[in-house]
């Protein structure tokens, strides 16, 4: 299984950027799917998850910035961020619970891509 993050980039406090990340390879089903990230210096954290039910749930920090959706058919999660400040920025990972014949149900985390927010 591989994903593939997208979308990272600079921009000014309240601009928007779109994160993207697909999955491929051979799996039987994606169930939960999510983003997180790790500011500097902290720990990673959850940002938002969806469900394979369209259910979603959202950190505080970004209640009413952020949108995760997710596009079944494309193996895809995306991440609207709306209102961005200079504290979101951080590496931003995709996180997929899949399941396959041969490993049965993991995570699995994609590589990272860097949003930063400038004041």
């Known amino acids: 299984v591989q994903l593939q993050a997208s979308g990272g980039g600079l921009v000014q406090a309240g601009g928007s950027l779109r994160l993207s990340c697909v999955a491929s390879?051979?799996?039987?089903?994606?169930?939960?799917m999510g983003w997180y990230r790790q500011a500097p210096g902290k720990q990673r954290e959850l940002v938002a998850v969806?469900?394979?039910?369209?259910?979603?749930n959202y950190a505080d920090s970004v209640k009413g910035r952020f949108t995760i959706s997710r596009d079944s058919a494309k193996n895809a999660v995306y991440l609207q961020m709306n209102g961005l400040k200079p504290e979101d920025t951080a590496v931003y990972y995709c996180?997929?619970?899949?399941?396959?014949?041969?490993?049965?149900?993991?995570?699995?985390w994609g590589q990272g891509t860097l949003v930063t927010v400038s004041s």
């Open positions: 996180k997929i619970v899949v399941t396959t014949i041969m490993r049965g149900m993991y995570e699995h």
């Open positions: 390879g051979s799996f039987f089903s994606i169930n939960v």
């Open positions: 969806i469900s394979n039910g369209g259910s979603t």
